[in-house]
Structures are given as structure tokens and as C-alpha cells.
């Protein structure tokens, strides 16, 4: 660093004048000397002492910087000599103390410049050229170069070097050296001894005393740059000082450029973004600009709509049609053409600025032109050059077209030179003619149509009327019963929630609710026919309706059952008399085809009471149990439900309750066991399995109780299961003690809910295998009712009860309407004769040939027949007379629990 070493050379020599006087002055001998590459140098002498001590009597003192040995002083070893040398020395380290620190402040200032250069610079190249500037004052004889590499960090280019005049062979060996500093990609700091190996055929009076380079790298260790300097006059101290002192410039210049390729860096992204964001834009401009075209052909198309849905005039929707294409298109004249009729004739609607001109001749041949070809034409001047179109510059016609029916022309001219039309104003009007041909078409038509409904319009006004006096009538019958007139179910719905409605909002004013349904009325319909139960049906509706209050509410809900409504407030009082006069007015009989009928009815009551009622289905749900409460109660009367009726549906829910439980436990539910006995032995051949449920508290429950409970909850399943594994475990206990042969039968109820289920057959199984029972052993009996509730999938399931091998019995065989179709779709292997045929065999000629003939085909479908509800020896009779070969009834034995059943043969019983 030229500068350092001149303003320290100075200074230095300086201080050790200014001692040397003082040692003269006081008669000391002193000598100063400077370390240098070479040797020593003498800076100054005073005294006895010329030279390096020699001897032990001279003594010296030296001056540091660190490790940097500044100067020494040598003295003579007297007191005052020796306090001048220790003085000398201390202000000679204060002094290199006061050249380090202003050196680290010129280098700040430089690297704060270099910063602010950094952030300034457009490119590398730039900052490298402006970089010498800045670094000239350490650096004033303009020994530095800066090398540049290529994008794959190779070739170096030169943006800046300043080599000194006279040092012509280093400059060009220069350019290796710093090529083999990049590949080492580290400092590299050479002496004159050094560079002069490498630099061979160089003189030695042009190599620099020390030559530094610092590779630039960058993030990624990427090759950027080499910077060298030279310094050509060395430190007095040491060459590490300058060495120390580049590294520091090159370390700050290395930070400085790998900052400036980061900003570059980023530099170059945000360019290339904003050339993709000015692509990008330009795109957008124009995609832009083609939608607003495209709206505009959007809005375009609905205005035309909407001249063509209106019921203005031709001529008017085409001024409507100029100006919306005038925003489109810029013209000066508008001819629309349209054909008149089948021979041709053309009419001009618009034409220029209105409907009453004519086109000039020219341009009607285009028109022509145009109709001829049913395409697009374009003209210029020299097509309108006529007497008539010469002021028309530009001229475009476009078919006009209803499907593919061609309806005319329309057309816009140009009078000015500059503007001629193109391909674009061709798309333009094209699309704005193509829904222009629709719309004429349509208005075309309109006219048409508003001739024809002129006409129309009276006889339409016949009909409306005609047509709401229909409708009026479809209303009223839609809301009434056809036979009796009174409101129908329909209209009795929204009645009754309109009475809610008012009542939700104002609890004090409740309304009552009365179900009244007919008692025997069936008998009626079997006997006298449905005309009289017609008959029937409309007195008794006036007859009731004859005991209401105008603003009571009757309807007719179907078949023989009515409901009332009557409007609040009301109470049970009121509720009661009505009712009472509703039942009084059928003491007197019916005259029905000159025929006097008594008929009763059975009313159920009950009064809105937001405490129980959520709604109107439950009122309806408490005036149903009201009134099933009355037929119970012997028909003929009115029942208004009450707490105790509430009641005693709580107790029914108990109830149900119970069962479930009934059913975890074992000891609750008891199968009992009613015998088959074979006609002619009289043996015992089977069982039928009954439930009966000994309730802890309530004693022996009957049947008629809890199994319509239990078919309404769906308990009904788990109840048949629960009975056929109780039975199925009887059984075996029975043939393990000997009691049952091995041709003893077991029948077992099985419900609708089970053959339901496709599992049960697999179920079955289970419990079969687990009592080691045999499945033919088993006879589960269904009732017509069960298989008319899942036809098809009670064929699937009992198909696989079949396949087990379990047996299945057709109970009540007879009384239902399809026992026979039943018979040829289902496999049977049993069938049971109903007790009512049973009950009346022997007595009955009917009943005893239904039983024989039951009996022959049984026989001829090779099935089982048991009689069930034997209860006389008279029936026990007739039936062996008929050849049935097994019976099963209370004249044998009562269902009895497994150990009171009676295994002995009933021959004595049979016999007499």
C-alpha cells in the first residue's frame, strides 16, 4: 500500500529525528534501525554508538506491532540513553497504532462507497469499471485488475486493469496467473522470488515486490470474478502487514460482490417476470377486448330479443335493431329486404332513415345479388359507381334466415372514404342478422297469430268462463265426498290444522275433535248390498248433520267412519251433549228401499290440550282409542278421552316394558302344551306349543293381552324365537326321558315378523343342531294374514325352512280368500281345519262338506290334516266319520305346562 508506507515512512522518520536531537542534546550515544526485507536499515545515529551492538556493553530496545518487529533502538546502556530508547520505541508503536486505525477508517469509507456503488449499479461490468475510482486511494499507482468469467465460470475478460507503463511482459503474463488463482478458488499471495518461477522470461525489475489474488465466488461457489493487486513498494516492518491489509480489502470486496449477484440475481428474475407480466398483460388486454366484444354481441342479441317480444310495430323493432347495431358497427344507411309472400315480392320495412324510401338502383341489385346467392356480400366503389350509389363508399349485405328459410337481406353503407368494411364488421353482422331473422320471423308470425286471436279472443273468454265454473266444481269435489256432499278426508286436513293453528295461539279456546263410525254397517253392506249401504250412508250424514251448530265441521273420512270438529271454545260438557244428540237422533230407524234399519254409532271425543297434544295426529290418535274405547264398551254410545284412558295407554307401554324384560328372563314366559291325538288309537302323535306369560305381579297375563302388543311394538319376533328355543329344549328333555317316540311332533306359531327375516332358516338351524333334534320333527304354522303381508319374501324363506328340513303347517285353514292359491304357491305339509268349521260339523251340512272336502284334498295333495277346537263328542264323531286323521281340542286336553301334560292314550275319551 504505497500510500501507508510513504505517510508511515514520514512519520516514522520524523519521530526518531526528534529523539536522536534530544540524545545529542544530552550527550547520549543512540542509533536507530529499520528492519527490511534486505536487512537493516539505519534511520539515525548520535554518540558513541555508529552501528548493531557487538559487544556486551551495547544494549538494544525493539518497537512491535503485534508480531511485526517496527525498529530497534541501541544504546549504550547509560540511564538516560535507555529511557530515550524505551521512549522512542513506545511512541513509535503509538504512531503504527494511529496509522492502523486511520487506515481501518479509510477502508470503511472506501467499503461504504463500494456498498453504496453495489446498490447503484445496473450489471458486474459496471460496477467492476467504476470499482478502480473508488479503490485509488489505497490503491494510487493503479495497481489493480479485475477479471470477469463466462456463464460456466471459464474465459476471463478484463472490464478493468490499470498496469503500469513499462510493465508490459507481466501484463501478459498476468492473465495465467489469475486463471490459476480461479481454479484454486481460494487467496493467493505471491512474492517477487515466487512470481519470478512463475513468471519466467519476465524481468525481475518488472515483477511487482507482492502480487495478492482474490477469487469472487458465490453462494453456490461459482466461480464470478478475480481480483489481484500488486504493491510494489513493501512495508518497512514485514510484508505480512500488506498481506494483512488485502486480505481485509479482498474479504470486504468479496462480501460487496456476493451481495450485488444476489441484487442482480434478483435484478434478472424481476425482468424476466416483468416481461411474462407485460406478455401476460398484452394477452389479457386482448382477451379483454374480445370479451367486451363478445358482451356487446350478447347484449346486442338481447335487445333484439326484446324488440322482437314486444308488440311494437316492424318497422319500429327495426329502428331498434339500427341503433343496437350502430354500436357495433359504425354505418350510415340500413336497408332491410324481406319477402312479402310465395311469388318473390320484396318489401322494404327500413330502408336508410325510414321506412317510406326506396334503395337507389345499384344498391337493389345488390340486394338481389344477395337473395340469389343467400351468402354474404361485400362491395366497394366500383360496384356502387351507378348514377343512383355513388355516394356509397362501402357496402355489406348479409342473408337474413329463419332456420333454413330465407326471409330477405339486410345491409349497411358507408359514405365516407376512410371507412371500409372488413371481415370483422362481416362477423358482426352476421351474427347480429342471424337473430334478426328469428325475431322478423317471430313478428311475422305474431301478426299472423294476432289476426287469428282476435278472433279467438271472444270464444277464448267463453271458455275461461266455462273453464272456471269447471274448476270451481273440480274444487268443490277435489274437498267433498261425491256420495254424502260432506267434506272429504282432504279438506277435513286442513280444517282441523287450521283449528291447531288458531288454538297454538291462543291455549284458552280449545276445539274438540269426534271420530263416529257405524256399528255393523258390513252387515248391511253382506246383506241389503253396497246401494243400500249408499243409502244408509247419506241419511246418516244428514242425521248427524242435523244435530250440528252452523259452525260445526262434519266430513266424511271413507267408508263408514266421520269425524266433527267443533270450533272453540268448547268444553266436556258441551262436547257431551253433542254427542249425546248425535247418538238419541239413531233411536228412530232408517227407511232404505221401504225397509226399516237401526243402525248405532260409536263416537270417540277428545279436546285439544297442549299439556298431551303435540299436533293434530294426536288428537286424532287419542280420539281413535276414544272411540275403539265405545265398541268395546258394547257400540251405541260415545266415549271423551280422558285421564284414565291416557292411563291406561301408559299401561300398555308398561306393559310392553315388562315383556321385554320378560324376555332376558326364563321363568316369565311358559310354553303350554295342547296334544294331536290320533282318531283311530287315540296316542298322543304331538304338540302345539302356546305361549303363556306368568307376570310376578300381575298373575297369569292371557294371550289376548300381550300378543297384540307385541305384534304393534315388534316384540313379536323376538317372542316366536324365545318359544320355539323353549319348546325346541322341551322336546329334547322329553325324548331323553322317554316320554316322546321318535315320531313326536312339535308345532310352534311363527308371525309375519319372522318370515321377514332371511337369516331364520340358518337360525333355526342352530337351535336343531344344538338340542340334537330332528328337523322333520318341527311344524312351524303361519296364517294366511302372515303370508299376505310378505308374499315374496315369505316364499324365499320358508323355501329355505324347507331346505333344513323343518315342516310347515297352514293354520286356519279355510277362512281366508286365497287359502287355495296359497296351497298351489307355498309347500305346505300341514294343514289345520279352522274350529269354526270344527264347531258346527255334524250339525251343519255346509260346514261338514267344507270339512270333507278339505279332507279330499289334503289327500290328493298328499298333506297332513290335523282338526283343531274339538270340544264335544258329537264333533269327535263326525270327523272320524270323515276320516280326519288327527284331532286337537279342549274335549282332549287344555294347554297344559311340560309337567302336566298327560302322555296316556285317549282311547277311552274317543270311545266314549
Excluded at 740 to 769: F, K
Aim: proline letters at 4%.
Amino acid at each position: 500500500m504505497t500510500v501507508a508506507v510513504q505517510g508511515w515512512d514520514a512519520c516514522l522518520q520524523a519521530t526518531v529525528d526528534e529523539a536522536l536531537a534530544q540524545a545529542a542534546r544530552q550527550g547520549g550515544g543512540l542509533s536507530v534501525w529499520q528492519a527490511t526485507a534486505d536487512g537493516w536499515r539505519a534511520l539515525g545515529c548520535c554518540g558513541a554508538v555508529p552501528a548493531l551492538p557487538a559487544s556486551a556493553e551495547a544494549v538494544s530496545c525493539d518497537a512491535y506491532a503485534g508480531a511485526i518487529r517496527l525498529l530497534r533502538v541501541v544504546h549504550d546502556g547509560d540511564a538516560l540513553s535507555a529511557a530515550l530508547s524505551g521512549l522512542l520505541a513506545a511512541r513509535v508503536e503509538a504512531e503504527w497504532l494511529r496509522e492502523e486505525q486511520r487506515f481501518a477508517g479509510q477502508l470503511r469509507d472506501i467499503m461504504v462507497t463500494v456498498g453504496q456503488l453495489a446498490d447503484e449499479v445496473p450489471s458486474l461490468e459496471a460496477f467492476l469499471s467504476r470499482l478502480y475510482a473508488v479503490l485509488s486511494p489505497l490503491l494510487p499507482d493503479g495497481a489493480l485488475t479485475l477479471g470477469l468469467t463466462d456463464d460456466e465460470g471459464g474465459c476471463l475478460r478484463f472490464p478493468v486493469n490499470a498496469w503500469p507503463a513499462g510493465a508490459d511482459a507481466f501484463v501478459h503474463a498476468e492473465p495465467a496467473l489469475l486463471a490459476a488463482a480461479g481454479r484454486r478458488q481460494r487467496l493467493w499471495v505471491l512474492g517477487r522470488r515466487r512470481l519470478s518461477a512463475l513468471c519466467q522470461g519476465v524481468p525481475a525489475g518488472q515483477l511487482p515486490l507482492l502480487w495478492v489474488a482474490v477469487p469472487l465466488l458465490d453462494e453456490g461457489g461459482r466461480l464470478l470474478a478475480i481480483a489481484s493487486a500488486r504493491v510494489d513498494a513493501l512495508h518497512p516492518g514485514d510484508a505480512r502487514v500488506e498481506r494483512r491489509r488485502l486480505s481485509q480489502l479482498a474479504r470486504h470486496l468479496c462480501s460487496q460482490l456476493g451481495q450485488l449477484g444476489r441484487r442482480l440475481q434478483l435484478l434478472g428474475q424481476l425482468r424476466r417476470v416483468r416481461v411474462e407480466l407485460d406478455g401476460y398483460a398484452a394477452r389479457l388486454n386482448a382477451e379483454l377486448a374480445e370479451r367486451r366484444r363478445n358482451e356487446q354481441l350478447v347484449q346486442a342479441l338481447g335487445e333484439v330479443n326484446t324488440l322482437a317480444n314486444s308488440l311494437l310495430p316492424l318497422p319500429a323493432v327495426l329502428a331498434g335493431v339500427r341503433r343496437t347495431l350502430g354500436r357495433l358497427v359504425e354505418f350510415d344507411t340500413l336497408t332491410v329486404a324481406l319477402y312479402t309472400g310465395d311469388d318473390g315480392t320484396l318489401a322494404f320495412p327500413y330502408c336508410s332513415e325510414g321506412a317510406a324510401q326506396q334503395p337507389a338502383a345499384a344498391e337493389r341489385a345488390l340486394l338481389e345479388q344477395v337473395l340469389h346467392s343467400g351468402r354474404p356480400l361485400l362491395s366497394g366503389r366500383p360496384a356502387l359507381s351507378g348514377e343512383d350509389g355513388a355516394t356509397l363508399r362501402s357496402w355489406l349485405g348479409v342473408p337474413l334466415f329463419d332456420q333454413l328459410r330465407l326471409l330477405g337481406v339486410i345491409a349497411i353503407g358507408s359514405h365516407a372514404e376512410s371507412r371500409r368494411f372488413g371481415l370483422r364488421e362481416q362477423e358482426t353482422v352476421e351474427f347480429v342478422a342471424g337473430h334478426v331473422g328469428g325475431a322478423v320471423a317471430r313478428l311475422q308470425a305474431t301478426q299472423a297469430l294476432y289476426q287469428v286471436n282476435s278472433q279467438l279472443e271472444v270464444r277464448v273468454q267463453q271458455r275461461t268462463r266455462a273453464l272456471d265454473e269447471a274448476n270451481a266444481r273440480l274444487k268443490y269435489e277435489s274437498l267433498h265426498d261425491t256420495l254424502t256432499a260432506l267434506p272429504n278426508r282432504a279438506y277435513f286436513g286442513q280444517r282441523i290444522l287450521q283449528l291447531w293453528q288458531q288454538y297454538a295461539l291462543d291455549e284458552s279456546c280449545p276445539f274438540a275433535l269426534m271420530l263416529i263410525d257405524m256399528d255393523r254397517f258390513k252387515l248391511v253392506n253382506d246383506t241389503l248390498g253396497h246401494a243400500a249401504g249408499d243409502a244408509l250412508l247419506v241419511e246418516v250424514g244428514e242425521r248427524i248433520r242435523g244435530c250440528l251448530r252452523p259452525d260445526d265441521f262434519l266430513a266424511r273420512l271413507g267408508g263408514d267412519e266421520f269425524a266433527l270438529l267443533l270450533p272453540g271454545p268448547v268444553n266436556y260438557k258441551s262436547c257431551g251433549r253433542v254427542a249425546r244428540r248425535i247418538v238419541d237422533a239413531f233411536r228412530s230407524p232408517v227407511v232404505v228401499d221401504g225397509r226399516e234399519l237401526f243402525t248405532t254409532l260409536s263416537l270417540g271425543v277428545v279436546l285439544s290440550d297442549g299439556q298431551y297434544h303435540a299436533g293434530c295426529q294426536d288428537m286424532l290418535r287419542d280420539a281413535d282409542l276414544a272411540m275403539y274405547h265405545s265398541k268395546q264398551q258394547g257400540r251405541d254410545g260415545y266415549t271423551v278421552y280422558n285421564h284414565a284412558l291416557r292411563q291406561g295407554k301408559a299401561d300398555q307401554l308398561a306393559l310392553e316394558a315388562e315383556l321385554r324384560h320378560a324376555l332376558e328372563g326364563e321363568h316369565e314366559l311358559v310354553p303350554y302344551f295342547q296334544p294331536f291325538v290320533d282318531s283311530a288309537s287315540g296316542a298322543v302323535t304331538g304338540f302345539e306349543t302356546l305361549v303363556r306369560w306368568r307376570h310376578p305381579e300381575r298373575g297369569l297375563i292371557p294371550p289376548a293381552l300381550f300378543l297384540p302388543m307385541a305384534q304393534e311394538s315388534g316384540l313379536i319376533r323376538r317372542l316366536d324365537r324365545y318359544m320355539i328355543v323353549r319348546a325346541c329344549e322341551q322336546l329334547a328333555r322329553w325324548r331323553a326321558e322317554g316320554r316322546a317316540d321318535a315320531l313326536c311332533a312339535l308345532h310352534i306359531n311363527l308371525s309375519s315378523e319372522n318370515l321377514r327375516d332371511d337369516d331364520l332358516a340358518v337360525w333355526i338351524a342352530g337351535v336343531l343342531q344344538r338340542c340334537s333334534l330332528p328337523p322333520h320333527l318341527i311344524y312351524l304354522e303361519v296364517t294366511e294374514s302372515a303370508l299376505i303381508d310378505v308374499p315374496e319374501q315369505a316364499q324365499r324363506v320358508m323355501q329355505a325352512l324347507h331346505d333344513v328340513g323343518v315342516r310347515l303347517a297352514l293354520d286356519d285353514f279355510g277362512t281366508g280368500y286365497s287359502a287355495l292359491s296359497y296351497l298351489h304357491r307355498y309347500r305346505f305339509d300341514l294343514l289345520k281345519i279352522d274350529q269354526a268349521f270344527v264347531r258346527e260339523v255334524g250339525v251343519n251340512a255346509e260346514s261338514t262338506a267344507i270339512v270333507r272336502a278339505i279332507l279330499a284334498l289334503a289327500q290328493a295333495l298328499q298333506l297332513e290334516v290335523v282338526a283343531e277346537g274339538v270340544e264335544t263328542a258329537e264333533q269327535v264323531d263326525a270327523l272320524r266319520a270323515l276320516g280326519c286323521p288327527r284331532l286337537q281340542g279342549y274335549y282332549f286336553s287344555p294347554p297344559r305346562p311340560a309337567g302336566e301334560v298327560y302322555w296316556g292314550a285317549q282311547a277311552s275319551v274317543l270311545a266314549g
